[in-house]
């Protein structure tokens, strides 16, 4: 489920559902982010996702930062069109 976006900056990723405006939660767009190859890892995701006005208490333990950071390494790893 997306949270309705009620204040802060323009974002990229936000979508338009019966005249309501949502965004993806923190985590969907953490792991989007992981997935573009572009962020080396945890530290670089947090500062991208703090630019677009998330909170970053979603993103504690160690499984999901496992994850985030097999997804970096892994997206990173793969030749770009």
Do not use: H, V, W
């Not at 500062?47 to 390494?73: F, N, W």
């Amino acid at each position: 489920m997306y949270a309705p976006i009620t204040a802060g900056p323009p974002r990229d990723r936000i979508f338009e559902s019966k005249g309501t405006m949502f965004r993806p939660t923190t985590l969907e767009r953490a792991f989007e982010l992981a997935r573009t190859g572009d962020y080396a890892g945890i530290g670089e995701i947090r500062e991208a996702l703090s630019a677009e006005g998330y909170a970053l208490s979603q993103l504690d333990g160690p499984s999901l930062q496992k994850q985030l950071r097999e997804l970096c390494a892994n997206a990173r790893k793969k030749p770009r069109a």
